[in-house]
């Protein structure tokens, strides 16, 4: 049974912290590195309900995504909502690490597992790394469809292929128009449209679009954007991850008992349809849209 820096070293070859943006947190929050490891969970959130899943689950290290602490604290106590994470964890013997944008720009990274989740061909990064020589890691994909498809059809693809949120899919721009192109970010995506036009693709699927990025997007170009629930852009990595970990348990015969966390952690709990909906391609500002006044 290998050890927790045993593991922690193999899960740094995959997505080193030098690898992670300046202001990024990442790598090993709790755990003792000597301590055994024979059950891993994988998670996007390090929040409450997927600890409790993790000391159900009886795991000795949880890998999440997202950072528990971005910024520094002064306080762990259990009457803050990250402090309780900490107590619930180091009571439990339950490490925690995290791989956050080393993983996201990592070849293969969240936006390959995004894009594999939906059966798209990856071309290349969106934003490629400068100091990858061979052109593979980097922020978002740029994908290929075989076979081309709507925006409806795509955003219903999404919609049925990535976890169920409350949100479902968003669409702006035609939903009848072609793609053969698409580029995909999971995570939070608007601070990618320059690169996005750039590229010149037919679609952007990402998540937490605002308002005016998002209408300025789809004015300039005919580009058509499809914005899922963060979580579940990110979540289809923790399947990636756990494979990844799998074959490395394999080749060292620590025969790990590696997890894939089942707790929906979209913070977002329902969505009320508006009482009409708009006819296909209406952009809301027509004066038959509904609610207009007329
Ligand atoms: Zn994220």
Same mark, same amino acid.
Request: net charge negative; proline share 7%.
């Given at each position: 049974?290998?050890?927790?820096?045993?593991?922690?070293?193999?899960?740094?070859?995959?997505?080193?912290?030098?690898?992670?943006?300046?202001?990024?947190?990442?790598?090993?929050?709790?755990?003792?590195?000597?301590?055994?490891?024979?059950?891993?969970?994988?998670?996007?959130?390090?929040?409450?309900?997927?600890?409790?899943?993790?000391?159900?689950?009886?795991?000795?290290?949880?890998?999440?995504?997202?950072?528990?602490?971005?910024?520094?604290?002064?306080?762990?106590?259990?009457?803050?909502?990250?402090?309780?994470?900490?107590?619930?964890?180091?009571?439990?013997?339950?490490?925690?690490?995290?791989?956050?944008?080393?993983?996201?720009?990592?070849?293969?990274?969240?936006?390959?597992?995004?894009?594999?989740?939906?059966?798209?061909?990856?071309?290349?990064?969106?934003?490629?790394?400068?100091?990858?020589?061979?052109?593979?890691?980097?922020?978002?994909?740029?994908?290929?469809?075989?076979?081309?498809?709507?925006?409806?059809?795509?955003?219903?693809?999404?919609?049925?292929?990535?976890?169920?949120?409350?949100?479902?899919?968003?669409?702006?721009?035609?939903?009848?128009?072609?793609?053969?192109?698409?580029?995909?970010?999971?995570?939070?995506?608007?601070?990618?449209?320059?690169?996005?036009?750039?590229?010149?693709?037919?679609?952007?699927?990402?998540? &937490?679009?605002?308002?005016?990025? *998002?209408?300025? #997007?789809? =004015?300039?170009? %005919?580009? +058509?954007?499809?914005?899922?629930? $963060?979580?579940?852009?990110?979540?289809?990595?923790?399947?990636?991850?756990?494979?990844?970990?799998?074959?490395?348990?394999?080749?060292?015969?620590?025969?790990?008992?590696?997890?894939?966390?089942?707790?929906?952690? &979209?913070?977002?709990?329902?969505? *009320?349809?508006? #009482?009409? =909906?708009?006819? %296909?391609? +209406?952009?809301?500002?027509?004066? $038959?849209?509904?609610?207009?006044?007329?």
């Amino acid at each position: 049974m290998p050890r927790l820096s045993e593991v922690i070293a193999a899960l740094e070859t995959l997505w080193p912290a030098e690898r992670a943006e300046s202001w990024d947190a990442v790598g090993t929050v709790a755990g003792d590195p000597g301590q055994d490891v024979r059950r891993v969970l994988f998670a996007v959130d390090p929040v409450r309900d997927v600890v409790d899943e993790a000391v159900k689950l009886g795991v000795d290290l949880l890998v999440t995504h997202h950072p528990l602490y971005l910024r520094g604290t002064t306080t762990v106590s259990a009457g803050t909502f990250k402090g309780r994470v900490v107590h619930t964890l180091i009571k439990n013997d339950i490490a925690l690490h995290v791989a956050h944008t080393n993983a996201d720009t990592a070849d293969p990274g969240v936006s390959d597992a995004l894009a594999g989740a939906l059966d798209l061909r990856v071309v290349r990064p969106l934003v490629p790394d400068p100091t990858d020589p061979a052109g593979r890691r980097g922020l978002g994909r740029v994908c290929e469809l075989d076979h081309p498809v709507t925006v409806r059809e795509l955003a219903a693809r999404a919609a049925e292929r990535l976890p169920a949120t409350a949100q479902g899919i968003r669409v702006a721009g035609d939903p009848e128009a072609a793609v053969r192109t698409v580029a995909v970010s999971g995570g939070s995506g608007d601070s990618l449209f320059d690169q996005v036009r750039a590229a010149g693709v037919d679609a952007f699927l990402t998540a &937490d679009l605002r308002h005016h990025p *998002a209408s300025e #997007a789809v =004015a300039q170009t %005919p580009l +058509a954007l499809l914005d899922a629930a $963060h979580w579940a852009t990110e979540w289809p990595w923790c399947e990636l991850a756990a494979a990844q970990l799998d074959e490395i348990s394999d080749r060292h015969g620590w025969d790990l008992r590696v997890h894939v966390s089942t707790t929906v952690t &979209d913070p977002w709990t329902a969505h *009320a349809a508006s #009482a009409t =909906a708009l006819p %296909p391609g +209406a952009t809301g500002a027509s004066s $038959h849209a509904p609610g207009a006044p007329n």
